[in-house]
């Protein structure tokens, strides 16, 4: 029994070491955008560049969702003249969007985030408030904080 | 990560324990326990119906009474008026109305069951990590308290963020926390209690589909509802045509009197749109041209037909509470409703490195939060305690913080605050800060807010180690008095807190 829990012990998932949240920049207004400033704390796992590269791609892609535009206009009015149950059966192009921006940060996790102890969390699951980042005990270097 | 390790190692273990007695009954007892949906545990005052699939204000009376008022009025239209002037009109009239009746319920369902626009309240590491960045921003610069402002420009305009005690999160721009919904809601217009709930960024634009249909809909049945009697007393008399159709009298004097309501709200709504404004926003004046020369709506398009485009047809922005979404049980959740000791003491736990000198911190605030507690609890019930304890000879804390004299005015009790006043705290009876929160906040929960807010002052108390260690014995001394004194009154875990940290004060 005693073998059983070791190797369940190196199985185990590394401990979260601390968390970094990204603030909102409302310098443009109210639309969904995050501060690009590479957070201290990442400085000995990531590159400034790849940070600031993941961050303004998701700022594209939220502009993209609140974009108003002929199509965002016309999917307004039908979805007026049909009084909203249009959206009973399609999906908004926000949700698109959105969707977009889960398998764009699931990618970023798995290509460039998992590999150096990294976990990007998706804005939305924070009400958009923060872009977390989970940073793991980096156990083979072997000192952790 | 951690608990959900734990977690399995448990099981192990217990999937071992299992093998050797003969209960195998318990292990898929134990998996079996129903997930709740996140509406279950949501935090605001708001209630919910259809498994979370609607969501409403608190106080749903009036909107009954609108519902009623619309269904009333129309129906007597629809079965009094209507075949009458179908036959002598045209039955399109019936049919117009029919369609206007259709929008307006509509509108209005849509307006008052979907989520405004709510803001999450803040997860337990965010909170933390904001009042860890606070902290150094006001920590070395002496006891300067902080603002819980931040200040942005947007398109040239100097905007003020506003910090959310209840919901721990700096408040977007145009962002307003309701106090009667308890929540924090995007491009907060008003609460409507005619529709029963916020009106915001996610409903506004079916807030105004409803009120312009509605004017339309009123003006349609008063005018047709006259036409009708006209036409009838050109037949039979005035009189008679009143006694032939008494339902026509009611629905024109209720919609003689919705008309100006109505039709006013409309316009002005109108207004606020093709300006890019929401009520709040007019009715402060907050983009007036009074306040400055210099001043304008950052958020206005430029023209009136961009701002009403953008208003009524831009896309839809998602709920971003997640209503019917399941509590992940393995992530630590804060229990609703957060009031600071949760909170604090969840904070506490992160840092693992705690020096003597942040010990006895800790100790003095849990202290401090545990003696103004109590105060304020009994406050509303026994304001004589306040006076009664100086009799007995025990020191209230405030009272105490003055008898130390020089030592602890080190701690910086004597600084301003603006909504808080930590005068209030040291020199005061804790008293004081129950009306200051309750007006500056304009929350209806005036209990849990000084505790919140106490909270929030402790933090700021940055004192120099020497200041502190002086206050740490006479502290100890008079507050060990105290807790005696408080000891019987109740098993709160705020209690509990407060004898820990007199233990770590005796201490140090």
């Not at chain 2, 008022?69 to 009094?80: A, P």
């Not at chain 2, 036409?231 to 045509?241: E, M």
């Not at chain 2, 105290?482 to 705020?494: E, R």
Request: aromatic share 10%; net charge neutral; proline share 7%.
């Amino acid at each position: 029994f005693l073998v059983q829990t070791h190797s369940l012990q190196d199985l185990q998932q590394p401990a979260v070491s601390s968390k970094v949240f990204v603030q909102r920049d409302y310098s443009s207004g109210t639309i969904c955008r995050f501060q690009t400033k590479f957070p201290s704390e990442l400085e000995s796992r990531l590159d400034k560049q790849q940070f600031e590269e993941t961050i303004q791609t998701l700022n594209n892609l939220y502009a993209e969702a609140e974009k108003l535009g002929g199509k965002s206009y016309l999917e307004g009015c039908l979805a007026c003249l049909t009084a909203y149950t249009i959206f009973l059966c399609m999906e908004t192009h926000y949700e698109k969007v959105l969707k977009k921006i889960a398998r764009y940060i699931k990618d970023q996790n798995e290509k460039i985030y998992a590999p150096r102890g990294l976990l990007l969390t998706d804005p939305i699951e924070r009400g958009l408030r923060v872009v977390e980042v989970t940073i793991f005990e980096d156990r083979s270097i072997g000192s952790g904080r | 990560m951690h608990l959900g390790v734990s977690e399995s190692m448990r099981e192990c273990e217990y999937s071992q324990i299992s093998t050797r007695s003969s209960t195998p009954m318990e292990t898929p007892y134990k998996k079996k326990t129903p997930k709740k949906r996140k509406w279950e545990a949501f935090p605001g005052r708001n209630k919910f119906y259809c498994d979370g699939r609607i969501m409403m204000a608190k106080q749903t009376g009036v909107f009954y009474l609108t519902l009623v008022l619309i269904l009333v009025t129309c129906g007597l239209f629809f079965t009094f008026d209507c075949p009458y002037l179908a036959q002598h009109l045209t039955p399109i009239i019936p049919v117009i109305g029919g369609v206007l009746f259709l929008f307006v319920l509509g509108t209005l369902l849509r307006t008052s069951f979907s989520d405004p626009g709510v803001l999450p309240r803040a997860t337990s590491d965010e909170a933390a990590d904001l009042e860890r960045q606070i902290d150094v921003a006001n920590g070395s610069t002496g006891y300067r308290p902080p603002p819980r402002t931040k200040e942005v420009v947007i398109n040239g305009q100097t905007v003020k963020l506003k910090y959310c005690f209840t919901c721990k999160i700096f408040r977007p721009p145009r962002a307003s926390h309701c106090s009667l919904c308890d929540n924090c809601v995007e491009r907060f217009d008003h609460h409507c209690p005619w529709v029963g709930n916020c009106v915001g960024r996610r409903n506004y634009r079916f807030f105004y589909m409803f009120i312009l249909s509605l004017s339309f809909l009123t003006i349609f049945i008063f005018a047709f509802v006259i036409t009708h009697i006209i036409l009838r007393s050109h037949r039979n008399g005035f009189l008679s045509a009143l006694k032939d159709s008494p339902a026509s009298v009611l629905e024109v004097v209720v919609c003689f009197f919705s008309v100006w309501s109505i039709v006013g709200l409309s316009g002005f709504h109108t207004y606020l749109i093709s300006s890019n404004q929401t009520t709040n926003e007019d009715i402060k004046g907050s983009w007036s041209s009074k306040r400055g020369k210099d001043n304008y709506n950052p958020y206005s398009h430029g023209n009136i037909f961009t701002n009403c485009c953008a208003a009524l047809c831009g896309p839809l922005p998602p709920s971003l509470i997640d209503r019917r979404g399941f509590v992940q049980s393995d992530t630590p959740q804060l229990a609703p409703p957060t009031n600071g000791i949760t909170m604090y003491g969840a904070t506490q736990s992160q840092q693992s490195h705690m020096c003597d000198q942040d010990q006895c911190i800790q100790s003095t605030k849990f202290v401090l939060q545990a003696a103004a507690t109590p105060l304020l609890q009994q406050q509303s019930s026994e304001p004589v305690i306040l006076t009664a304890s100086p009799e007995n000879g025990v020191p209230l804390p405030g009272r105490t913080s003055l008898t130390l004299g020089g030592p602890c005015t080190s701690l910086p009790l004597g600084q301003p605050t603006p909504p808080t006043s930590t005068p209030s705290l040291s020199c005061h009876e804790a008293t004081d800060m129950l009306p200051i929160h309750g007006h500056a906040h304009n929350h209806s929960h005036p209990l849990q807010e000084p505790v919140a807010h106490h909270h929030f002052l402790t933090p700021e108390e940055v004192p120099s180690p020497p200041g502190m260690l002086h206050c740490g014995s006479p502290l100890g001394h008079s507050h060990t008095v105290q807790a005696g004194f408080y000891n019987p009154a109740s098993q709160d875990s705020l209690h509990e807190d407060s004898v820990r940290g007199l233990v770590k004060l005796s201490s140090v």
